[in-house]
């Protein structure tokens, strides 16, 4: 999930990511919906989390790119929850300090 997050302006890092994810049997895919966009929630399963913990990521079904990130207790209500937006911007406009 963090080689997912920090390659998501990139469309073959979001790719390879998303296919590696699939290989993995207790990670759970469902078609959702995130602000009128479909998505897909990608929510690893006990094998790939520490005991009583969860995790779900919310990317762009039609992009892969990340939407939220969900995490917290087994069961319980999400203690941690990250929104993403992922954006281009010009070297020119970093240079000039708006970004």
Do not use: C, H, W
Request: hydrophobic residues 45%; glycine residues 12%.
């Amino acid at each position: 999930m963090n080689a997912l997050v920090a390659g998501a302006g990139n469309p073959q890092v979001r790719a390879g990511v998303v296919r590696l994810l699939a290989t993995l049997p207790t990670i759970a895919v469902t078609d959702t919906e995130t602000n009128g966009q479909p998505t897909l929630t990608l929510a690893a399963g006990a094998a790939e989390m520490p005991a009583d913990y969860q995790k779900a990521l919310v990317i762009n079904a039609n992009t892969g790119i990340p939407i939220e990130l969900v995490g917290g207790a087994r069961g319980g209500t999400p203690d941690v929850t990250i929104t993403y937006q992922v954006s281009r911007v010009a070297l020119s406009d970093i240079q000039a300090g708006k970004f």
